[in-house]
């Protein structure tokens, strides 16, 4: 083999090493800080008022309904009533968010249903899966784990209505 196609090969394997660097930097990068997401311009405020601020947007919160007795013992999950997801601790508690029959994943990526920025939460860390006529909670093998009822979830399990489920800081429970 000749000098030069021995020099050819060895910088042609350093620039191979240094693009598999950038990659790993790359890949390390997106997960930790997000992808970046270019925001859409806010239309005009109306003349008679002030423009909504873009870093408190409001949430529409539907009234809550007179609740009659809840039967004793815990109850899963069905998809007989309307469900929603209310918010109880965490970054954006109060929040309160209608399920329809489609899947909700829960996550730090802006490409999730309910986005969760924080450090404890990884960028897919689980999902609520309608299963027949019963909603399912599934950890998308996130580092900190998701929890329901106190316990943390390994494999798929059916959603207790109040229940608290724990996904990084943010606790929320699954109402009907």
């Known amino acids: 083999m000749s000098e030069l196609t021995l020099l050819l090969l060895r910088i042609g394997f350093l620039i191979l090493l240094w693009f598999f660097v950038f990659a790993i930097v790359y890949s390390l990068r997106a997960d930790l800080f997000g992808v970046k997401v270019r925001k ?105 784990g998701t929890w329901h009822d106190g316990e943390r979830v390994s494999t798929p399990v059916p959603i207790i209505v109040g229940a608290p489920i724990k996904v990084g800081a943010t606790t929320f429970e699954l109402r009907s």
């Open 40 to 144: 859409l311009p806010q239309p005009a405020a109306p003349a008679g008022g002030p423009a909504p601020s873009p870093s408190s947007p409001t949430v529409p919160v539907a009234p809550a309904a007179p609740r009659a007795k809840a039967p004793k013992g815990p109850q899963k999950a069905t998809t007989d009533t309307v469900s929603r997801i209310v918010i109880t601790s965490g970054p954006k508690a109060g929040l309160e968010l209608a399920l329809g029959n489609e899947t909700l994943t829960i996550g730090r990526s802006s490409e999730s249903g309910l986005v969760i920025r924080d450090d404890y939460t990884s960028s897919h860390h689980a999902r609520l899966v309608l299963w027949g006529q019963q909603w399912m909670l599934q950890d998308l093998d996130s580092t900190n």
